[in-house]
């Protein structure tokens, strides 16, 4: 009979360490006791840049038990109701891509066949004038979705921007609390049992050995057990992502704050804000085979729209995945797993979704290996689906001032990709596969967003009469537009609910 594993430890904090600690933490105290232990080095910084997220973090909260209001507050968290795409398509033009679905489903037959119905008779259509959310951002106001009308276009989910390495204590003050042992050291070495090869032991600096049952990596791209000690490998994607380097700074934060992240195309990649309450994170994703270092700074810093408050830093690192999330006895997360650059703000909703797949299938000590292939199957598949999400933001540019923009577009993709693409040209259908993080709305954002318009509708969608549906149309943006009046500005909102102690308007 195999014996329940008692024993997890967490290598690395860091908002993946102490996302998987809180997570076993919780799960210890509802279903299965377990001793925790995560060990991180203070002297080993953490590359801390991602502070946008997507709706699933509001649930990872949720299920923790913690409070928004008080996370929000202690994090300096704004709230987020999607992405803002500036100079994507081509040099001045934007599009929203927001976390919820445009119009509704009518008998059966989606929405955007009837938007695409009346684009063929000849009316200017966009896919935004039928989303609540991208009303609401347009006019920077917010509102939790439960506090708006009852309606179905108010059924709209939100995410957070938030600092990361506040969130990170945020987490540790939760999991310490909840008996996980907090180790500030660093690993020396790792040992491995002779004949099997699972990892017995990590050995600190002090000869202290700490013994496992399961070990969580979370060191980061140097994957030290899931790579340097297993030798798992990687899968370079970098043939499809092209860039390979980020700049990040913060600044004082200026001006209103956005209820979105803008993603800001350049010659040779792509620059994101961020608005926190305290302050503005901004950085600069290129390919360092179409531009310098040097370049991409000087555009980097030209374009802040406040008072620098540190200097910039570059982070390079290789788009694609480890080959296994999870082999053996050891479990890695988020960088020691793979890396996506955060065009779309996925990095912690990957820690997430992983820390799910591991509750799902928790292993005994027998760690069954067709467990483990599973997770791994699932994981794979969820971030190829992911993948090619990215790559769609740059395939169907239209772009044509740089040799990077033309290269996007002329470069082969995956097969799963680019049957998408011909699919919804064809006829408008939107083509979802397993695992998917990005649901149907966010497929018709980009194709709506980079113009891509079907020949073909679904047939369905002539049943209603021209007159009615313009009609229908109609009403449905006038009520959009005067319900979006109601709420308050994003900054008040926050002001009266839930404003950090150290942030003043």
């Known amino acids: 009979m195999s014996e329940p594993i008692r024993r997890i430890v967490i290598v690395g904090g860091g908002t993946a360490g102490w996302m998987a600690a809180a997570t076993l933490a919780r799960y210890s105290e509802t279903t299965l006791p377990l001793a925790v232990t995560l060990i991180e080095s203070s002297d080993i910084g953490t590359i801390g840049v991602g502070e946008a997220t997507i709706p699933g973090i509001v649930d990872f909260n949720r299920q923790l038990g913690i409070d928004e209001l008080d996370f929000i507050r202690s994090t300096n968290a704004t709230f987020k109701l999607g992405i803002r795409f500036e100079n994507w398509y081509q040099q001045q033009h934007t599009f929203f891509h927001p976390f919820s679905a445009f119009g509704m489903e009518v008998d059966q037959v989606g929405f955007h066949h009837y938007l695409h119905r009346m ?129 990040a700074i913060q600044t004082e934060r200026t001006g209103d704050i956005t209820p979105y992240t803008r993603s800001i195309a350049m010659d040779a990649g792509w620059q994101w804000r961020i608005p926190l309450q305290h302050r503005c994170g901004n950085g600069h994703i290129f390919s360092s085979h179409f531009t310098s270092e040097t370049k991409a700074k000087e555009q980097l810093m030209q374009s802040l729209e406040g008072k620098p408050l540190n200097e910039a830093r570059r982070i390079n690192f290789t788009p694609g995945r480890r080959k296994q999330i999870w082999h053996k006895n050891c479990f890695a997360l988020g960088l020691a797993s793979g890396f996506l650059e955060p065009l779309e703000s996925t990095s912690i909703s990957l820690i997430q979704t992983a820390l799910a797949k591991l509750l799902n299938f928790f292993p005994d000590s027998s760690f069954n290996q067709a467990d483990i292939a599973e997770v791994n199957r699932l994981h794979n598949t969820e971030l190829e689906q992911m993948r090619d999400f990215l790559i769609l933001h740059y395939k169907l540019s239209q772009r044509n001032d740089s040799d990077f923009w033309h290269h996007c577009q002329t470069m082969a993709i995956p097969d799963t990709l680019a049957h998408k693409i011909e699919l919804y040209k064809s006829r408008g259908h939107v083509v979802m596969y397993d695992q998917e993080s990005f649901q149907e709305a966010s497929w018709l954002a980009m194709y709506n967003g980079f113009h891509v318009k079907p020949a073909r509708y679904d047939e369905r969608a002539n049943k209603v009469p021209p007159q009615v549906l313009q009609q229908k149309l109609q009403q449905m943006r006038q009520a959009i537009v005067q319900a979006a009046q109601s709420p308050m500005k994003h900054a008040d909102f926050i002001q009266a609910h839930c404003q950090a102690s150290s942030w003043s308007r």
């Not at 917010?142 to 600092?163: G, I, K, R």
């Not at 042992?181 to 090869?197: F, I, N, S």
């Not at 092209?242 to 700049?247: E, H, P, V, Y």
Request: a negative charge.
């Open 119 to 247: 684009s063929a008779l000849g009316n200017a259509i966009n896919f935004e004038d039928y989303s609540f959310a991208c009303e609401l951002a347009k006019q920077g106001r917010f509102a939790q979705p439960h506090s708006t009308p009852t309606t179905p276009l108010a059924d709209y989910s939100y995410a957070y921007h938030f600092d990361a390495s506040l969130y990170a204590n945020y987490l540790k003050i939760y999991a310490v609390a909840r008996q996980v042992t907090h180790l500030d050291a660093v690993v020396e070495h790792v040992q491995q049992h002779p004949e099997t090869g699972f990892i017995t032991a990590v050995v600190l600096q002090d000869g202290t050995q700490v013994e496992g049952d399961l070990f969580i990596d979370c060191t980061g791209f140097q994957g030290l057990l899931i790579e340097q000690t297993l030798h798992t490998g990687y899968e370079n994607w970098q043939h499809w992502l092209l860039c390979d380097s980020a700049l």
